[in-house]
């Protein structure tokens, strides 16, 4: 039987300017937990876990930050949209346009930057009840 390639998991970096600040956005506004982080007073490079997500946070020079780049979109695929989006919105992370809505691609879902622009779109099925 041949063995063949399996790819099991995706680990998105985003680049920040302040990994310290980063972690507080998405432990204590997002609800993941730090998962690894390479100094504990001044971390240059920290993952964040939640279910089953894993996203690693990268410190950038300020001097790149200069140069206007584009920021990666993540989507993530969710369940119970509805109280996720309750939840995210009384943590004053959404902005101005920042709605859930039904798609014309079949899903609902509501997306968002973090503090450095990097955006998240949290997503499912809209025909699905869950």
Known sequence: ?????????VHPVFAVKDVVEALDF????????????????????AGVLQDGIE??????????????MDRPMLRIVTQ??????????VK???????LLRETAWSTKEFAFYDPFKNGLTFYQDARSDS
């Not at 300020?62 to 206007?68: F, R, S």
């Not at 004053?92 to 920042?98: G, M």
């Open 26 to 45: 998405y432990i204590n506004l997002l609800g993941f937990k730090i998962g690894f982080a390479d100094d504990s007073m001044n971390p240059k490079y």
């Open 1 to 9: 039987m041949e063995i063949k390639g399996y790819l099991h998991q």
């Open 80 to 89: 119970n949209i509805q109280e996720l989006y309750d939840e995210y919105a």
């Open 55 to 68: 996203i690693h946070l990268q410190w950038h020079d300020a001097a790149e930050w200069e140069v206007t």
């Open 92 to 98: 004053n992370v959404f902005h101005d346009h920042t």
